[in-house]
């Protein structure tokens, strides 16, 4: 069955780079979240769309934006990358009508 | 404080033992609670979810319970084999559908010995 599709895998970026990762959700869902997880912690929940709106939105630094395009795949934009940017960035998706949430294998992004 | 609290952080048993997993929230309102298996560097894998309205439920050797008044879960893990050493996360879900924002725990990590 297609999971969520995340890429890049592995991204290195230097400080005050630009990043760019994309989330492609499960066939004919409509939601998708980003979550960042840093060494050891729990993830953090980032922000949401549903229907290409954002739906929520949580801990996720003005340097950040992101966006779900019309066919539904979604793309977190970070900009000026700070050491601290160094994590796994965990994309999930959902279907409208259903409590399920599956997960993608994440990006991870390394700041150096 | 973090409204999902787990124990205990890490656990080590042999393999082929049983073990049991808490997670106590605060998370208010309630949608649902989810079990997630999650590999060091992986993406969380869906165990079990349940609502308010149940109980129990098991996935193979996964089972998970959930008592709503207490605001307590645990999840049962049967038979353990060297494959099951992963981190169990506990996540709640605080509305229902759609709109969500998931409530993730400390997490346990778990080790399985030979």
């Known amino acids: 069955a297609a999971g969520v599709i995340q890429s890049p895998r592995h991204l290195i970026k230097e400080k005050r780079e630009t990043a760019t990762l994309k989330c492609y959700p499960i066939?004919?869902?409509?939601?998708v979240y980003w979550y960042q997880q840093g060494p050891g912690q729990d993830p953090q929940f980032l922000i949401s769309?549903?229907?290409?709106?954002?739906?929520d939105k949580g801990s996720i630094p003005d340097r950040f934006s992101a966006q779900q395009f019309s066919d539904y795949h979604s793309e977190l934009n970070m900009s000026s990358l700070e050491l601290g940017d160094s994590a796994l960035y965990f994309c999930?998706?959902?279907?409208?009508?259903?409590?399920?949430?599956?997960f993608g294998q994440g990006t991870r992004l390394t700041v150096v | 404080k973090n409204q999902v609290e787990q124990s205990p952080q890490s656990l080590i048993i042999l393999e082929g033992k049983n073990c049991t997993l808490q997670?106590?929230?605060?998370?208010?309102?309630?949608?649902?609670l989810r079990w997630y298996k999650q590999d060091t560097g992986r993406g969380p894998v869906s165990l079990t979810i349940?609502?308010?309205?149940?109980n129990t439920k098991s996935n193979g050797r996964y089972t998970a319970t959930l008592d709503a008044d207490t605001k307590q879960s645990s999840l049962h893990i049967t038979a353990s084999q060297l494959s099951d050493s992963a981190s169990y996360i506990c996540?709640?879900?605080?509305?229902?559908?759609?709109?969500?924002?998931?409530?993730f725990g400390t997490g346990t990590r778990l080790t399985i010995i030979p």
């Open positions: 999930a998706s959902s279907s409208g009508g259903a409590p399920e949430a599956f």
């Open positions: 066939p004919r869902h409509d939601t």
């Open positions: 769309f549903y229907e290409k709106m954002q739906s």
């Open positions: 997670c106590n929230y605060t998370v208010s309102p309630f949608s649902n």
């Open positions: 349940m609502t308010f309205s149940e």
């Open positions: 996540v709640v879900s605080p509305r229902n559908f759609g709109n969500e924002k998931l409530t």
